[in-house]
């Protein structure tokens, strides 16, 4: 039976487990967005900054300045209460988070590494995991000798199937590889540089 989807609020974050809902469309920020879902919660934060947002609020008094404030947060409704999205706000700063075609990019330069794979394959794994283009992304991913019989095209072809993929899960996806395995990625293209820089 499919879930029903999630109803998302982007809040301020007092403390753990305190939040303050906003007016987000008495902002200057707002364009229509629905900020209901993860999708238009992302597009309104992707135009602003953390400190734009803040004094933005601040300036149309949609908040008290003494009230307390932790950071920007994104809640969900479970049958427990509210609970708080992991992977947090993207904001216009964010820069590292990548589009579902950059994804799929770095997914095409490191279709040899078996390692990287595994581990984006991992990074694929949800408690809830029922959605059939996650399944079907996994396979993609295990199986991807499979597919580069019929050469980069048919590579590509078969990873774009990331696309399908619930917005809510792809998201996630990409945001745990930006978290989990670019650093790793990016500290030994650097350590790589060091020693090359020593040898010469």
Same mark, same amino acid.
């Given at each position: 039976?499919? &879930? &029903? ?13 305190? =939040? ?6 008495? !902002? ?28 933005? #609020? ?9 009230? $307390? ?5 994104? #809640? ?7 609970? %708080? ?9 964010? !820069? ?5 075609? %950059? ?7 490191? &279709? ?13 794994? =949800? ?15 295990? $199986? ?5 019989? /019929? ?13 399908? #993929? ?10 745990? #590889?930006?978290? !989990?395995?670019?650093?790793?990625? !990016? ?9 090359? /820089?020593?040898?010469?």
């Amino acid at each position: 039976m499919p &879930q &029903q989807p999630r109803i998302y609020c982007l809040v301020i974050k007092r403390k753990n487990n305190d =939040f303050l809902p906003v007016d987000w469309n008495l !902002t200057k920020f707002y364009q229509g967005e629905n900020m209901y879902t993860l999708d238009g919660i992302d597009k309104f934060t992707a135009k602003t900054t953390r400190k734009d947002l803040i004094n933005e #609020i601040l300036d149309k008094n949609l908040v008290s300045p003494d009230e $307390q404030f932790e950071c920007f947060s994104i #809640i969900y409704k479970t049958k427990k209460g509210a609970r %708080e999205l992991k992977e947090g706000v993207i904001f216009s700063e964010d !820069t590292a988070v990548l589009s579902e075609d %950059e994804l799929i990019d770095f997914l095409l330069t490191i &279709q040899d590494n078996k390692q990287l794979l595994n581990e984006v394959f991992n990074v694929c794994h =949800f408690k809830d995991d029922d959605d059939e283009q996650v399944k079907e992304f996994k396979f993609v991913i295990k $199986q991807l000798d499979l597919f580069k019989a /019929k050469g980069q095209n048919g590579v590509k072809a078969a990873l774009s199937l990331f696309k399908k #993929i619930p917005y809510d899960k792809k998201r996630t996806i990409i945001l745990r #590889i930006v978290d !989990t395995i670019f650093p790793r990625i !990016t500290k030994k293209l650097e350590s790589n540089k060091l020693e090359l /820089k020593n040898v010469a």
